[in-house]
């Protein structure tokens, strides 16, 4: 170390005969090129390196630095100390497993935010991967938050009820439960500190100003009167109880809201116009109770009434166009294809599940992607991309025992076809008055693109086909 503070020193004040002993035969030849500011960089290079630890004199040695082969590569030597902590720093950070946060996952080109409707876990429940912790609620479909590792669930850090976006966190999920504990118990304290400061601070507040002599008693009473003057001060003689009695009020749903835009959009935008007709159903009725039980046993599937229609308005799509087509501007888009939507009731609202490519199905397959459709559409499990689309829709409210009603158009379709309940009536039958299964239709159509000459021929051929379902199979 007495060497090297001579060597600096002789380096800063120019060199001499002296220094040039001291370092070597070599020391003149090197100087002579040299500049001050490449010896001033080299010895902050060495004063840094020999500051970070011992180990870099163990590895170079004096020889390395006083010897006759003294350069700017050896002043440049890396020191192994850095990478023992770095070292310590991983271990460190791994001790206790690592936590993964929960995150919204993305929800549909059209979604951009939802409503966190409910946590189906709690903090301190073991998790397994891909397990479902919480719900979303959007205007479309209910979506799932799946944690991303197996592990424990540490905390939830947003509320039910709070707005969500794809990638907001939702929760912090642990490896290691042990970490779990310390977590909690560290987030229990000072959530129990702060409440009694602040239950602390605001009496003394509201005793100041009240005269001392009253210091006990009153203070107590009108901290509890506080809360109730901003509800009775309108109205004393309604406290704290709602308006009325027997009355609750539920925020709307997401999806109910959606529904309401929706409608109303189609009510302000469309010009709606409804057409009827009667459909006697002896023959579909007859066909189904024959057959079914052999159709059940070929297809796995029960053969229902809903196909028969299907099956009718396909034919009537392709017989009047125009009520498959769509206004797009100053445009009108006919399709060649046949995307029929089906509305379907469940306890969050009522969402539209499409079966797609319809006219080159058959019977069986257009029942069995119903029943796929509403069992999923019923849990809740149905996805966005099978909602959306549709070139026209069936809304059959006859499962409810609706008797005639007035369909209202799924935008941006242009009809839809309502079907309601079978009631036996009277009817003249050649001749005679005999008592028929006999359904009310109703198609709501846009009459802005479809006049009333097509919406009755279109709810023509859905009677003829229906009542002889042979029609079908001769393309008549």
């Known amino acids: 170390m007495v060497i090297w503070s001579i060597v600096r020193r002789k380096v800063v004040n120019g060199g001499n005969s002296s220094a040039s002993s001291i370092v070597g035969h070599s020391w003149k030849s090197r100087r002579a090129t040299a500049s001050h500011p490449r010896y001033y960089g080299a010895l902050a290079k060495e004063t840094s390196l020999v500051a970070r630890g011992s180990q870099m004199v163990n590895s170079v040695g004096l020889r390395s630095y006083l010897g006759s082969h003294l350069s700017s590569k050896a002043m440049r030597v890396?020191?192994?100390?850095?990478?023992?902590?770095?070292?310590?720093?991983?271990?460190?950070?791994?001790?206790?497993?690592?936590?993964?946060?929960?995150?919204?996952?993305?929800?549909?080109?059209?979604?951009t935010d939802g409503t966190l409707a409910t946590f189906l876990k709690?903090?301190?429940?073991?998790?397994?991967?891909?397990?479902?912790?919480?719900?979303?609620?959007?205007?479309?479909?209910?979506?799932?938050?799946?944690?991303?590792?197996?592990?424990?669930?540490?905390?939830?850090?947003?509320?039910e009820g709070d707005t969500v976006e794809p990638g907001f966190k939702i929760a912090v999920i642990s490896k290691s439960r042990g970490a779990t504990t310390q977590v909690n118990e560290a987030e229990k304290k000072p959530e129990e500190t702060k409440p009694e400061k602040k239950e602390d601070k605001p009496k003394p507040v509201k005793e100041a100003p009240a005269s001392p002599k009253?210091?006990?008693?009153?203070?107590?009473e009108k901290s509890r009167a506080p809360p109730p003057p901003p509800s009775s001060g309108q109205s004393p003689r309604e406290p704290q109880l709602p308006p009325k009695d027997r009355e609750r009020r539920v925020p709307m749903t997401r999806l109910r809201k959606r529904v309401a835009t929706r409608l109303k959009d189609s009510q302000n935008t469309f010009a709606l116009l409804t057409t009827f007709n009667e459909v006697d159903m002896t023959n579909l009725m007859k066909l189904r109770s024959e057959y079914k039980d052999a159709f059940l046993e070929k297809h796995g599937v029960k053969l229902g009434l809903m196909s028969g229609f299907i099956k009718g308005a396909i034919s009537a799509l392709q017989n009047q166009p125009v009520v498959n087509a769509v206004i797009d501007g100053d445009d009108i888009i006919y399709r060649d294809?046949?995307?029929?939507?089906?509305?379907?009731?469940?306890?969050?609202?009522?969402?539209?599940?499409?079966?797609?490519?319809?006219?080159?199905?058959?019977?069986?397959?257009?029942?069995?992607?119903?029943?796929?459709?509403?069992?999923?559409?019923?849990?809740?499990?149905?996805s966005i991309d099978e909602m959306a689309g549709g070139t026209f829709t069936i809304s059959n409210g006859g499962v409810y025992g609706s008797l005639l009603s007035t369909p209202i158009i799924n935008p941006p379709q242009s009809a839809i076809l309502g079907m309601h309940s079978i009631v036996n009536r009277p009817m003249v039958v050649g001749g005679e008055v005999l008592s028929r299964p006999m359904m009310f239709i109703a198609l709501t159509y846009d009459h802005r693109l479809i006049d009333g000459r097509e919406a009755v021929l279109f709810l023509r051929r859905i009677k003829d086909v229906v009542e002889d379902p042979r029609r079908l199979l001769l393309d008549i």
């Open 337 to 382: 294809y046949v995307d029929i939507s089906i509305a379907v009731g469940t306890p969050k609202g009522l969402v539209v599940p499409v079966l797609r490519n319809v006219e080159q199905m058959n019977f069986a397959e257009i029942e069995k992607e119903i029943n796929k459709l509403a069992k999923k559409a019923t849990a809740g499990t149905i």
């Open 214 to 220: 009253v210091e006990t008693s009153p203070p107590k």
């Open 78 to 111: 890396p020191v192994p100390c850095i990478q023992t902590f770095n070292t310590g720093i991983r271990l460190f950070s791994s001790d206790n497993g690592g936590s993964v946060d929960a995150v919204v996952p993305f929800m549909g080109e059209s979604i």
């Open 122 to 159: 709690k903090p301190g429940d073991h998790v397994e991967a891909d397990e479902p912790i919480a719900q979303i609620e959007t205007d479309k479909v209910t979506i799932d938050v799946a944690s991303p590792i197996a592990g424990t669930i540490e905390k939830f850090v947003a509320k």
